[in-house]
């Protein structure tokens, strides 16, 4: 059983910083793909940030390059999104995923994923 949760989600102004926490736990740890998705209402879940194994492959989504940075810390077990320059088309519902495979590769699809936190709400005023 591995269990993912999602921490650091609130309400903010836009021009804020925020940073989103998920704890890995259970039989699992950080020493695999990773991912911070969101889903606003009304919207698909898209990717906006992924990391490989060993931390050297990157993405992020266009909306957000420049502004968010996913780490990983694996002592902790945890990956973080740290979020600047937020902006009001940044509230969603976030959540961070992990994908059971030893490739040191970044995915974005959400069905690649095999595990999901509940999420964690953000919200950004104008």
């Known amino acids: 059983q591995v269990q993912l949760q999602e921490s650091g989600g609130r309400l903010v102004q836009a021009g804020d910083s925020l940073t989103l926490s998920c704890v890995v736990s259970?039989?699992?740890?950080?020493?695999?793909?990773l991912g911070w998705f969101r889903q606003a209402p009304g919207k698909e879940r898209e990717c906006v940030a992924a990391?490989?194994?060993?931390?050297?492959?990157?993405y992020y989504s266009k909306d957000v390059e420049g502004r968010f940075t996913i780490s990983v810390d694996n002592a902790k077990k945890t990956v973080y999104l740290q979020m600047n320059s937020l902006q009001p088309e940044d509230t969603a519902l976030y959540y961070c995923?992990?994908?059971?495979?030893?490739?040191?590769?970044?995915?974005?699809?959400?069905?690649?994923?095999?595990?999901w936190g509940q999420g964690t709400q953000v919200t950004v005023s104008s």
């Open positions: 995923a992990a994908k059971n495979t030893l490739r040191d590769w970044v995915f974005t699809d959400p069905l690649q994923y095999d595990d």
């Open positions: 990391i490989g194994r060993a931390g050297t492959h990157l």
């Open positions: 259970g039989r699992a740890d950080t020493d695999r793909p």
